[in-house]
């Protein structure tokens, strides 16, 4: 086991340092940059734009300016956003609750439904259930988030007053039931996809554990059908699952930042949005970074959680 | 006894079934699974159902457990059991039934254990699932359960998971699950096809004590004879889903009376004392010569210290005539297929020579061996596997030779010969693999083998996955186009039986090495290594054959 860790945590490690090269230089490799916003000022000299770029250290070569970045990183210095001057943790640190907030509780909706669907779908297998749950999750899929969240907006917004529309809470009222009312649509609508991605795997896990032997010794122990069907085959299904949930959670990050435009979410797709329209170089990679770090932990945690609760690969 | 079921008190039987019908859905290739099926399950006996695969010896059992699935249903008949029908009763009684008064153990133990379960706990589950004892008096009672079946350190097995066990020790823990409460009646679904001849002995040993001491009555269903001889009373015999005779296992064994019972008996391999009449050899010489072949396994990374080495052939060496047959025989975990694997170059080996027609082929490159691989063919295991679903006989037959040049025309007219000699018909040609049974399925991968016209062929357990009468018709085609081509064989097996039907010389293999090579007749009656004579007084239903054998050899 602490050979397994080691051994993840060094190919993490690798994998960040490719994934902010790789970052850095397209970023770079985009036409126009951090520079070309002052051009258009009529006020800007040229040698104002060059004194501007000796300032913000835009005039060395790339390589230069990665290492320097990668070195500030170390030390916990993720820069300056160049729109504001504010330090990249403190911006992203402002936005970084809602988008945590709007990924958690979506989570939490898909999994508990869609394994709930799933399981269903497989011990009722072509049963009427069966066949609406295949039918709306390849709805689900094939139609964009977006478009969920408008009808969303229109039905329970604008025509039954039910919901807000958008943002994370009403000015002037903090209280946490206030912060639930605004969080139900964008986290429904988020979950709808990754319900559907879930309920299928599920569905498919539960049927290959329910054929398997030991659930008909179970049963011919005379375990009674509910115990057989939610600890040997329901605990044995979930095992796959936990690497999928680690997959999924870029997914899951990258719908996000489309549902939070939606509904106005205050969260880190806009910021990243209006980073990237501000050519805020720091901040985007910030942003790059924050999430790179998330996808490789939660494939790393999902590995982990299944070599604990595997005896076959915990023991091994 | 239970020669005529229609007149016996079925008081006396802790099972009686009677007129049993289970229906198939439609499609399915017969109407139903079992037709009219009557026995009885005498209190404290051992009743063995026989038949091969499909005869609905298994539904059978599965209905007396209520395990079948939704899908078939029981259309006639009944079951009872101490007096009540089990038919049409409601689920919950059956539930209550299962596990306390019918107990069952399945076939394979890899697979019937909950991996992420410890063994302790479900043995305990089988008490707990029908409210008995408190978590600390089950916990006394399964690790003494585990003592009774015979598990080494049972405390600590208590707290093991199932990956850590064999399949032996995995079957004991389903026997101890199966005993957790006591159950009059314990249903035994093959539950020694999967393992070995030594761990299948220690476990029919088991059987018969604990059904003995318990007084426990016992069904057991089995497609093998041998076992039959070794623990049952009384013996059911099915086909197709009828039961086509029934009587003691004497009477039943020694003059049976239906043709089908009589067919499958004369089917049975039984140990040869009679060395194979050496064959005519075409070519005389060394066809493959083995010199110190070894190979190990390794695992994991000598940087993390994970490193795992298994040697798996451990130096290795032998000599094959032309057209002999040489036997390979060994446990699961002997080598014997890895062996195999070395000798058709489907992997390298670690050290030593293999010379092939007395050139080394172990240190050839792929391509200065290729031209080479069409001598050195395969025939494997599983028919069903080994075929490629979509590919017509045809294609299966003419796709490596014209891959190595072969003008398709010839290709064409070679299967088409071959599948006559394997005993199909060229209308096979352009059909597909799941339009034929295992047995014609094992013959054209035979048919595929023989397209190379090789030299040697290498069959690693070609008949272990066929029903007893498909084996001896395989054997003997091996045997008949040995005779006709003058092949060479290496016979990769388990089943001493079998080996003794069809090799020149034997070699037996233990944890990689050889630790005896003979003909038969030594292997068999006088075997120089302690580890020969354990397998072979292993071999079910031999008993008898054996004594009579070492008599007539004085």
């Known amino acids: 086991m602490p050979a397994f860790l080691l051994n993840r945590f060094m190919q993490s490690a690798v994998l960040l340092v490719i994934v902010s090269i790789i970052g850095f230089t397209v970023l770079n490799l985009i036409p126009g940059g951090p520079m070309s916003q002052y051009a258009l000022d009529p006020g800007m000299t040229q040698e104002d734009m060059n004194r501007l770029a000796e300032q913000l250290g835009l005039n060395r070569p790339i390589w230069v300016q990665y290492l320097e970045w990668v070195w500030r990183l170390l030390h ?77 907006i229109y039905v329970f917004s604008l025509q039954l007053g039910w919901l ?19 969080l139900i649509m964008p986290s429904v609508v988020l979950a709808l996809v990754h319900i559907a991605i879930w309920s299928r795997y599920m569905r ?86 924050f999430s790179a770090v998330l996808t490789i932990a939660g494939n790393l945690i999902a590995d982990i959680v299944v070599a604990l609760v595997d005896p076959r690969i915990r023991l091994a | 006894m239970t020669a005529n079921p229609d007149t016996d008190d079925s008081q006396k039987s802790a099972l009686s079934v009677r007129g049993l019908t289970v229906t198939l859905p439609d499609g399915m290739e017969r109407a139903h699974a079992v037709k009219d099926v009557s026995f009885d399950l005498e209190r404290g006996q051992i009743l063995c159902v026989i038949g091969e695969s499909g005869s609905g010896k298994s539904v059978t059992a599965n209905t007396i457990m209520g395990l079948l699935p939704r899908v078939i249903g029981v259309s006639a008949g009944s079951i009872m059991l101490d007096g009540r029908d089990i038919i049409g009763m409601d689920a919950e009684s059956l539930r209550d039934l299962r596990g306390r008064v019918v107990s069952m153990i399945f076939q394979d133990p890899l697979s019937a254990l909950n991996p992420l379960m410890t063994v302790g706990a479900q043995v305990d589950e089988a008490m707990r699932a029908h409210g008995i004892g408190t978590p600390a008096s089950r916990r006394k009672r399964a690790v003494e359960l585990l003592t009774e079946v015979g598990l080494p350190d ?18 004991r823990v389903m026997i101890a699950m199966a005993l957790a409460l006591e159950p009059s009646i314990l249903i035994a679904d093959e539950p020694t096809t999967a393992l070995d001849v030594t761990t299948q002995a220690q476990i029919l040993e088991l059987i018969r ?25 009384s013996v059911v015999v099915m086909e197709k889903g009828h039961v086509v005779e029934q009587g003691t296992a004497d009477q039943v064994l020694k003059s049976p009376e239906h043709p089908y019972t009589k067919r499958l008996i004369a089917a049975v391999p039984h140990l040869t004392d009679k060395d194979r009449p050496s064959l005519q050899a075409k070519g005389s010489g060394t066809v493959l010569q083995v010199e110190g072949l070894t190979k190990t396994y390794r695992s994991g990374s000598a940087l993390l210290r994970s490193l795992r080495v298994v040697p798996a052939v451990r130096e290795v060496s032998f000599e094959l005539a032309s057209g002999r047959t040489l ?46 691989r069409q001598r050195i063919q395969m025939i494997f295991q599983d028919p069903f596997a080994s075929l490629n679903p979509r590919a017509t006989i045809g294609r299966i037959l003419t796709v490596g030779p014209i891959a190595h040049g072969m003008p398709y025309a010839k290709a064409r007219e070679d299967a088409r010969a071959l599948l006559d000699l394997v005993g199909l018909d060229a209308g096979a040609f352009g059909r597909y693999p799941h339009e034929f ?42 045997d008949k186009i040995q005779r006709e081509t003058g092949v060479s064989m290496i016979f990769i097996t388990h089943d001493l039986r079998v080996a003794s ?54």
């Open chain 1, 76 to 152: 916990g210095d993720w820069g300056t956003s160049f729109r504001d001057g504010a330090p990249v943790l403190t911006v992203i640190s402002r936005h970084i609750f809602a988008t945590l907030l709007l990924m958690g509780s979506s989570t939490v909706i898909a999994i508990a439904v869609g394994t709930w669907i799933g399981i269903r779908g497989a011990t009722h297998r072509y049963s009427i259930f069966d066949y609406t749950a295949t039918v709306g999750a390849m709805i689900a899929l094939s139609i964009p988030t977006f478009w969920f969240g408008l009808v969303g």
């Open chain 1, 164 to 182: 807000p529309a958008g943002n994370m809470y009403t000015i002037g009222d903090g209280s946490v039931l206030n912060y639930l009312h605004h």
């Open chain 1, 204 to 289: 498919t896990a539960t049927l290959d554990v329910i054929s398997q032997e030991f659930v008909k010794t179970a049963r011919a122990k005379g375990v009674s059908e509910r115990r057989v069907l939610m600890k040997h085959v329901v605990g044995n299904a979930l095992l796959p699952m936990i690497t999928l949930a680690g997959v999924q959670l870029p997914a899951i990050l990258t719908g996000a930042l489309v549902t939070e435009t939606v509904f106005t979410w205050p969260g880190m797709g806009r910021l990243f949005l209006d980073s990237l329209g501000y050519s805020d170089y720091p901040v985007v990679m910030g942003l790059l970074m």
């Open chain 2, 154 to 171: 049972p405390a600590l097995m208590y707290s093991q998971y199932p990956f850590r066990l064999s399949g032996g020790q995995r079957q």
């Open chain 2, 209 to 233: 004590d604990i059904q003995r001491r318990k007084g426990m009555s016992v069904l057991f269903i089995t497609h093998d004879f041998g076992v039959v001889a070794e623990i049952a009373d």
């Open chain 2, 327 to 372: 036997g390979v025989v060994g446990e699961s975990g002997s080598g014997k297929s890895s062996l195999g694997r070395l000798l058709t170059k489907l992997m390298d080996c670690d050290g030593g020579r293999i010379l092939f027609e007395g050139r080394d082929i172990a240190p050839m490159a792929e391509a200065e061996f290729r031209p080479l």
């Open chain 2, 437 to 478: 049974s295992g047995g014609q399925r094992q013959r054209i991968g035979i048919a595929r083998a023989l397209m190379f016209k090789p030299t040697l062929l290498v069959a690693d357990e070609a008949v272990s996955a066929l029903d007893v009468s498909i084996q001896a018709q395989i054997l003997q085609l091996l």
């Open chain 2, 501 to 554: 039907q069809i090799c020149d010389d034997i070699a037996v293999m233990q944890r990689g090495r050889v630790v005896e090579m003979g003909p038969p007749s030594q292997i068999f009656l006088n075997p120089k290594s302690d580890y020969t004579r354990e397998l072979v007084a292993a071999i079910p239903g031999e008993r008898d054959e054996r004594h009579a054998l070492a008599a007539a050899e004085g």
